[in-house]
């Protein structure tokens, strides 16, 4: 019997960390290289790519746009985070999650300095004026909320068949089958 309740101590203490590593491993390789592998494929730009993270936390943070929850007694989130913003400030990431509607630009109103404003913008070393344009619309991508859909059964699966292997590595294999 102390033997069993040894056991049982050790995997208390050792699976919150056994369960970070490796669903944290199985979202990296069934979801984040996925999501990666597609924007690459899409011509994204690799600054965009680069800030689609994953990132472990308790349930109450809920930040970004794709969540992984494993619920249980205690519950692990997984969000996915695509965050990259242009140097104005502009969330060019969850533009491209999510899409854009088409609008029209307007210069400001003219002013005493200005009477006549325009719009200026430079494009590849040339400057462009303009009095107004039109912005297209861009449709959304839905990288990072199709792959959670489409691959987080696996993800669990995968958990639940290695969370097994360890509780049975730990208390030895007449305690759990597989």
């Known amino acids: 019997m102390g033997d069993v309740k040894l056991r049982v101590a050790q995997i208390t203490i050792d699976y919150p960390h056994f369960l970070e590593k490796t669903l944290g491993d199985l979202i990296t390789k069934h979801i984040l290289e996925k999501i990666h592998k597609q924007m690459r494929r899409d011509g994204i730009s690799e600054k965009i790519i680069e800030s689609t993270v994953s990132r472990g936390h308790t349930i109450n943070d809920d930040t970004g746009y794709g969540s992984f929850t494993v619920t249980g007694k205690n519950a692990v989130q997984w969000n996915i985070v695509s965050d990259y913003k242009s140097i104005d400030g502009f969330p060019v990431a969850v533009m491209i999650e999510h899409g854009r509607r088409a609008f029209f ?47 987080k059964k696996k993800v669990q699966r995968e958990l639940s068949k290695k969370t097994k292997e360890f509780i049975r590595t730990m208390m030895g294999d007449h305690v759990v089958r597989p």
Do not use: M
Not at 107 to 116: A, G, I, L, Q
Not at 133 to 142: C, S
């Open 105 to 151: 630009v307007k210069p400001k109103e003219p002013t005493k300095d200005r009477p006549h404003p325009t719009l200026k913008y430079e494009i590849d070393d040339t400057v462009y004026f303009s009095k107004g344009h039109k912005i297209p619309e861009y449709r959304a991508r839905k990288y990072v909320s199709e792959t959670i859909r489409k691959n």
